[in-house]
Structures are given as C-alpha cells and as structure tokens.
C-alpha cells in the first residue's frame, strides 16, 4: 500500500466546517490514500485562544505535503493571507469553469486566473501621515513578476490553453505596472507557441461581462486578481462553484473561494461544489489524475441531473450531495 499523503485539515469557520466534511469524504472514497490531521484557525479559534492562527496549526501546516482549509469570517486577514505569507505559496490560481446544469449567465465559460499572491497593495503597508489621511503602500518586484509569468505560462502550455493575456494598470501605474508588464513580456518570449496580450483592468472587467469566451488565462497583480476572480465567479453562477489552490516551491494550500456564510452555516445547506474542486485540484498537485478526472466528472454529472443542493436546483443536504457524487465515482 502506498504511503499516504499528509493532509493539514483546517476546517474554519461557518460552513467552511461542512463543505471541508464533504470534500475529505470523497478524497476518502477515490481510493487514494491520505491521512488527514485536523487544526483549529479562524473566529471560533481566536475566541477560544485568544488568536486566530495558532503555532500549533502554522506548524501542522508547514509539516504536511498540502493544506486544506474551509473558510474564515472576520479573520481572514489573520489567518489565510499569514498562512500564504508563511508557506510562500506565490501563486493563487483560481479557474472558473462553468458546470452543465448550474444556471448561469455564459455556459461556455472557462477562465483560469493566475493571480500574484506575495505582494502589491496585499502587503498591508500602510500608515497614517496625519490625522485624516492615510497611506498605503503598493511593491511590485521584478522577482515575483517574473515567476508568477513563467507560471502563468507554464500552466498554459500543460493544459492546453494557447492564450495567456496580462493585466494591469499601466496608463495610471505606470512603475509598478511598467514592470510587471515588462516582466511579462519577457516571459512571453519564452513561450512561441502561446498567444500573449495584454488588457487594462477596466477594459477587461467590461470584456469579461460582454465576451468572457475572449479569455482563457488572466495573469494578475494580487488585487486585481482578487476582484476579477469574483467576477468571473459571477458568471458561472456564484462563488460556490469556484476552488482556488496557493502554490509555491514547497507547499500548497487549497482553499474555496467562498466566504463562510454565516446565515446557513449548520443547516446542511452549504453548497461542497467549490470544496470538492479543491479536492481536486488537489489530487492533480499530488499527480493523481485519473482520481482528480473521476471527481471531477462525478461532480459534474451530479449537478447536471440536480442532484445538488437547492442553490443548484436541487433539494439534497451538503452530505447527500457528497454521497451522490460519490455513488457516480462508483459507477
């Protein structure tokens, strides 16, 4: 039997807690083998200890092969933005693939963001001068500029997408975004064979709404990466169809989008599709892709028959959905 790998859970907060529940049932059921260790971090946390992200949790992290974490609330900051400073993780990628069945507004749509995840205004760098006004301020560096790029590309090449297009604010940032460009640029000669553009953020957030088939992989200053990941959440139909992983050289963390929706946390309402992408995403990390492709079409069988939760126009519980899914990995 295989070793198996060593899974930091940490569930988090609301239904974060749920949705992590019905991912790991179905890593469990692929056949792989995982151990699963559990830590506490998120709201609950810091109102038991007194912090949101404790030692024994970063360590439990940074000793495992990957981390998976379900959602934070008034935290977050403290705990997911640490945790991808901590870990290094310089990528955040956040595809957003639209499901047959799942309503939404283009059924087409399949956008892959590549966001930077270490710097720009994400940093926290900011101060007050005087009373009344307030500074931030924003690093972009030709070091990660130029590794998120050749990630970008490289994720374009080995899953077949031909069109990689960069975006920024040049016209205004004309240093920061000067560089991040020129950075990119240079990367893209690397890549012949991979169409390269580039699209100013507010051009391409209108683009995205009237002809988001134009686009296939967006590669990103971490802001800008974080809105235009929730617009194109938008149009396959919400943020709970969306999974994000954070990779680096050492460690990844895979996390969904989502927030913790306090209001049906508990209930068995939560839609697992984000968490169960994850999940996936996960095993293709691991090299596992036979498995990573079962989920994957289960999932998508699952919703395009409604057997999901009513948010995808279906009636079963956050579990019972995670069952189904299962019972069609099964054959």
């Not at 049932?25 to 038991?48: M, P, Q, R, W």
């Not at 999974?243 to 963390?253: E, H, Q, R, T, V």
């Not at 998508?300 to 019972?320: F, H, R, V, W, Y």
């Amino acid at each position: 039997m295989s070793t198996p790998y060593q899974i930091a859970v940490i569930p988090g907060d609301g239904i974060g807690v749920e949705v992590v529940e019905a991912a790991l049932t179905i890593l469990d059921a692929t056949g792989v083998s995982f151990e699963f260790n559990h830590y506490e971090a998120g709201d609950d946390c810091k109102a038991k200890h007194g912090v949101a992200l404790p030692d024994e949790t970063l360590k439990g992290a940074t000793d495992a092969q990957a981390v998976f974490f379900g959602a934070a609330g008034d935290t977050a900051a403290e705990v997911i933005l640490r945790m991808r400073k901590e870990l290094d993780t310089f990528v955040n990628l956040r595809p957003s693939k639209a499901f047959q069945g799942a309503e939404c507004l283009y059924p087409k749509t399949n956008i892959v963001i590549v966001r930077e995840n270490t710097e720009g205004i994400y940093m926290g760098l900011e101060k007050e001068i005087n009373p009344g006004e307030m500074h931030a301020t924003r690093v972009i560096t030709e070091a990660a500029s130029t590794r998120i790029a050749k990630y970008a590309f490289e994720y374009a090449t080995q899953n077949e997408y031909d069109t990689v297009t960069a975006i920024h604010k040049s016209n205004v940032m004309r240093l920061t975004d000067g560089l991040f460009l020129k950075c990119s640029r240079t990367v893209a000669k690397d890549y012949p064979n991979i169409n390269y553009e580039e699209q100013l953020v507010d051009s391409a957030a209108t683009l995205m709404v009237m002809d988001p088939y134009r686009f296939q992989v967006l590669l990103t200053p971490n802001l800008f990466g974080d809105i235009l990941s929730d617009l194109a959440a938008g149009l396959i139909g919400g943020l709970g169809l969306c999974p994000s992983a954070n990779l680096g050289d050492k460690y990844a963390l895979f996390e969904p989008v989502h927030g913790t929706a306090p209001d049906i946390a508990g209930k068995g309402l939560a839609n697992p599709t984000a968490a169960i992408l994850c999940a996936s995403m996960m095993l293709r990390h691991f090299g596992e892709l036979d498995a990573a492709k079962n989920v994957e079409s289960s999932l998508e069988t699952a919703i395009a028959n409604k057997q999901s939760t009513a948010d995808l126009g279906g009636s079963l519980s956050t579990m019972d959905m995670a069952q189904a899914i299962i019972n069609h990995m099964k054959g």
